[in-house]
């Protein structure tokens, strides 16, 4: 069941972000690397638990079969990359499209890896759009780490869904690593 996040879903979104968070500290160890770019990773964002009341609304919970909270999605309404970033735009023309407002954005997507299969991500995506076609908003983006460690299974996940890579942020030093680069993707919404 996709549902509202509610206060008390704090403690389950809490763990999941948790529990898929990137350990930059084991970027050197191979193995880890190989595992995280293959089975999904979120970057590691801590949210406290006022902040979560703050932006509840934005959040939308998935519950697996036995009705525990699988997995999350936060949709949100502010662009993630600022204007003086220079990212390189695949299409120079979609540029001014991102820019626009109102905006709708993927600011997290997480399923736990033992709610996979069941189809939580795709179930979550999909009221995303369907909230986003609500505010008559025709576009929808998501950000996805790209360097200096690729989170293939959300890049998959996402061209499956049908993303399409609009623009690559420059090298820069965040979420604990230097020549950090983000790939931005959008959906038209029809």
Same mark, same amino acid.
């Given at each position: 069941m996709i549902r509202p996040a509610t206060l008390p879903d704090y403690e389950a979104i809490a763990g999941i972000q948790q529990s898929l968070a990137l350990d930059t500290t084991k970027l050197e160890d191979s193995d880890y690397v190989e595992r995280v770019q293959q089975d999904g990773f979120l970057l590691n964002l801590d949210i406290n638990q006022e902040t979560f009341a703050a932006n509840v609304a934005n959040y939308i919970v998935g519950e697996t079969d036995e009705g525990k909270i699988g997995g999350f999605l936060r949709l !949100? !309404?502010?662009? $993630?990359? &600022?204007?003086? $970033?220079? %990212?390189q735009?695949? @299409? %120079?023309? *979609?540029a001014a499209v991102y820019w626009s407002l109102p905006h709708a954005n993927i600011g997290k997507v997480a399923v736990l890896p033992s709610a996979t299969r069941q189809g *939580? /991500?795709?179930? *979550? *995506? &999909?009221?995303a759009e369907q909230l986003t076609r $609500?505010?008559?908003?025709p576009w929808l983006y998501a950000y996805v780490a790209y360097k200096p460690i690729t989170n293939h299974a959300s890049i998959a996940f996402? $061209?499956? @869904? /049908?993303?399409? &890579?609009l623009a690559l942020e420059q090298p820069q030093s965040a979420y604990n690593m230097q020549d950090y680069q983000g790939m931005l993707y959008d959906k038209k919404l029809s």
């Open positions: !949100d !309404d502010e662009q $993630e990359m &600022a204007q003086d $970033e220079r %990212p735009w695949f @299409n %120079p023309y *979609l *939580l /991500g795709t179930q *979550l *995506l &999909a009221r $609500e505010r008559q908003i996402h $061209e499956r @869904n /049908g993303f399409h &890579a």
